[in-house]
């Protein structure tokens, strides 16, 4: 089953976030909870969290990318 890694909305208006850095590489294990990722948008620094446990299997967003709120940022394989 694969689940999506998607960028959440922090409120405060914020509609996109670049993706600051990627704890966690493809092909690595990444428990539910655990942050793989860090977002920085106009305000404030996200981190983002697994929403599953598995494997990280895609990343959608580089490091350095500008993703709108809600994107797909990332796959995880249980």
Known sequence: MTTDII??????GIEE???VRWLKKVGEAVSEGEIV???ETA????EIEAPASGILTTIVAPE???VEV???IGTIDA
């Open 17 to 19: 976030a670049t993706i």
């Open 43 to 46: 305000k404030a620094s996200v």
């Open 7 to 12: 960028l959440p909305s922090s409120g405060m």
């Open 64 to 66: 350095g990318a500008t």
């Open 37 to 39: 990722a860090e977002v």
């Open 70 to 72: 809600n994107a797909i």
